[in-house]
Every structure is written in structure tokens, then in C-alpha cells.
């Protein structure tokens, strides 16, 4: 599919699309169309848009997100999911971004997007790690310790969100699997699938979505999953949170899954690379203690579902180091769908469990 760089006219294309969008907008322009650095899945543009309004200049601070133009991290992409999500949680207390609309015909841009507000703040970037390096480093020990803790009762507030009133029996609709654990095992197990026949077979993922199968709890809760809780994902404001970002993983399920990615993504920047979180963030029973007081879930399966995130996240690391490796960042030799940041934790919890990639379970 054509990408922004090769539609001839997109930024009038996107003009003329805004103001049909914009209630009472005449004129709108396109200025300072940039491309961030965040972001690995959907493609995203952020630009300003002006326009006169019963005689008024008028101006917003916009952000376009795309479907990637070529084969992507993952086997499909919902934008609508995650404009629907954002879209719900409007009014809710949950800070999300004001969404403006979807467009899903291809004629527009090449391919289907939404559109959003900017929010203003700062974000930690994965590259170069946040432990490692950027604005993060050089705050107190203290200010870290905020962050943290005003992120993890963040994802404590989505957990807690009226889901059926706010529509996501809809929006995240599970059937015809029994559960939504089912349902994930299921869509990873396709994944996998998908990113062995564009690389190799990983008979270690295999092994481990054997056990997680055979070993499903029962009884789960039913709650809203934000999906991708992540500290990168946050926009902050000194040391509070403005935003909540990227929605593409949003489902209903057994909400310390939540908690258990929080941990396998920061480990992964952290256990993953040989290195020692900063000094100030908390503490893993810290954590967890401060997630059950503000959601009022139990954490008593957070074992599980953190191999369960350890599982998700080395599939997408598999078809993330494909990818890269096809682009020339990485040799073939290298191996990186085999060995980056989350190999550590895989084998830490297949030895955890006794498993082996020749046997499954042992």
C-alpha cells in the first residue's frame, strides 16, 4: 500500500478529509506533519491543523495513526478497536486522548486511520532503554518512585472502569470462545503460527504455549485489560500521568494480567538486558500491594499470566526480530528472533517449570 511519503497530495487530501470531520471548519491546512520516534506497530504522524470557524482562526495540535503500509509486527490491526476504546473511555476517569474519527476506506490515505488530539508531556522510550539512558536517569530516586506508583494505580483506575456500561462487552467481544483467556491463547497460538511460516519454527514458544494451556486457572474475574501497560505507553506531566496510549491490545479478562505484563515489560529493559532497575522505582511486592489496594482484584494468579505475557511478548519479539533483520539492522547471524531482551525471561520460566522445547512439559 502507498505511505504518506509517495500519496501525491496528502497533506490537502487530509485537509479536505479533516473538514468534512470539523463541525462548522473552513479551510483547513496542514502544517508540521512529523513522524515520531515512538511507536513500532501502526504507523503515526503528528501535525498541527488550522482552519477558520465563523470567522475565527482556529488551530489543534492533531496526531494521525495508520495502519502500517506493509506487512507489520502483528498478522492484523483493528483501528477501530482501539478508536472504540478511546472513544468509551471518554467519560470515564481514565486519561485517554480525545479521538475526532475513524476513516476505514483506503481511497482517503492509502490505507484506513483515526484521528486524535495531541496530548502534551513526555513519554520513556524502549530504545535506548529508559534504564539505561534519557530523561528518566536524571530524575530523583523520589520522582521516580511517583511515577511508578501514580503509573501502576493508572492501570489499577482502566482495571476498575464500568466495562459493560461503557460498552466493551461489545467492543471486546469474546464469543465463541468460553472465556477471554481462551480467546487469547487462541489468537496468540495463530500468531505464532503466522510468524513461523515468515521466519522459522520456534519449538521453544511452542513448549510454552503447551503448558500455559494445560494449565489455565479457573474462576477468573472479569474486568477491562488495557493489554499493553507499559511505562512507555504513558505520557507524564512532571511525575503524573496525562495519558494512556495505544489501545490495540485493550480485552476483557482476569485484570492482573495487567500487573504481570507491567513486570515482563520493564524486566525486559531491565533482567532482560543484564541490568538493575534505577534507584527509587518500586519494589515488586510494592507493586503488587499497591495494585490490589487501588483495583481491589487479587493478584493470586499473577504467576500464570506473567508467563502467559513472557509467551506474548517473545512471539512478537520473534516477528520483531524477523523484521529487523529483513530491514539490515540485525545480521542474520545475530539471530535476533532468538536472542534479544526477552530470551532471558523464557527460559527463566521454562526452567521455573521444567519445560523443554523437545517435550513441552516435563
Given amino acids: 500500500m502507498a505511505g504518506p511519503s509517495t500519496i501525491p497530495d496528502f497533506e490537502d487530501r487530509l485537509g479536505q478529509w479533516l473538514e468534512a470531520k470539523i463541525p462548522g471548519a473552513r479551510g483547513v491546512s496542514i502544517s508540521g506533519l512529523a513522524s515520531p520516534e515512538a511507536g513500532a506497530s501502526n504507523e503515526t504522524l503528528l501535525f498541527t491543523a488550522s482552519w477558520s470557524e465563523a470567522g475565527r482562526a482556529c488551530s489543534r495540535d492533531l496526531v494521525a495513526r495508520l495502519r502500517p503500509g506493509a506487512e507489520g ?3 492484523r490491526y483493528d483501528l477501530a478497536l482501539q478508536f472504540r476504546a478511546m472513544a468509551a473511555l471518554a467519560d470515564t476517569a481514565v486519561p485517554v486522548p480525545v479521538v475526532l474519527a475513524l476513516e476505514e ?6 490505507r484506513p486511520f ?3 488530539e495531541q496530548v502534551h508531556g513526555r513519554y520513556l522510550a ?4 529508559y534504564h539505561m539512558a534519557g530523561w528518566l536517569t536524571e530524575c530523583s530516586a523520589q520522582e521516580r518512585r511517583l511515577i511508578w506508583c501514580n503509573a ?10 464500568d466495562w459493560a456500561g461503557c460498552g466493551f462487552g461489545e467492543i471486546c467481544d469474546y464469543a465463541p470462545y468460553a472465556t477471554p483467556l481462551h480467546q487469547l491463547i487462541a489468537r496468540y497460538e495463530q500468531f505464532l503460527e503466522w510468524a513461523e511460516t515468515r521466519s522459522r519454527p520456534y519449538p521453544k514458544l511452542r513448549a510454552c504455549l503447551a503448558w500455559l494451556r494445560q494449565h489455565q486457572p479457573g474462576d477468573q474475574p472479569l474486568a477491562l485489560c488495557w493489554g499493553d501497560a507499559k511505562v512507555s505507553n ?25 500487573l504481570a505484563w507491567w513486570f515482563v515489560l520493564d524486566g525486559s529493559l531491565s533482567e532482560g538486558l543484564g541490568i538493575a532497575p534505577l534507584e527509587g522505582v518500586p519494589d515488586r511486592q510494592e507493586l503488587i500491594a499497591l495494585w490490589q489496594q487501588e483495583s481491589g482484584f487479587s ?12 509467551f506474548q511478548f517473545a512471539v512478537i519479539m520473534a516477528r520483531v526480530g524477523t523484521l ?16 534479544n531482551n526477552c530470551t532471558p525471561l523464557v527460559d527463566h520460566w521454562m526452567a521455573r517449570h521444567r519445560i523443554t522445547a523437545s517435550t513441552g512439559e516435563r
Avoid: Q
Fill in 73 to 75: 509486527i502483528f498478522p
Fill in 105 to 110: 476506506d483506503d481511497s482517503v490515505l492509502g
Fill in 114 to 116: 483515526y484521528i486524535m
Fill in 126 to 129: 524502549d530504545n535506548p532503554p
Fill in 152 to 161: 501502576i494505580r493508572e492501570v489499577a483506575r482502566i482495571n476498575k472502569v
Fill in 234 to 258: 504513558l505520557m507524564i506531566r512532571g511525575t503524573d500521568i496525562c495519558a494512556t496510549l495505544d489501545w490495540e491490545m485493550v480485552h476483557l479478562g482476569n485484570p492482573v494480567h495487567d
Fill in 299 to 310: 493478584a493470586a494468579d499473577l504467576d500464570y499470566y506473567e508467563f502467559l505475557s513472557v
Fill in 324 to 339: 529487523l533483520t529483513a530491514s539490515g539492522l540485525f545480521r542474520p547471524e545475530d539471530e535476533f528472533d532468538l536472542n
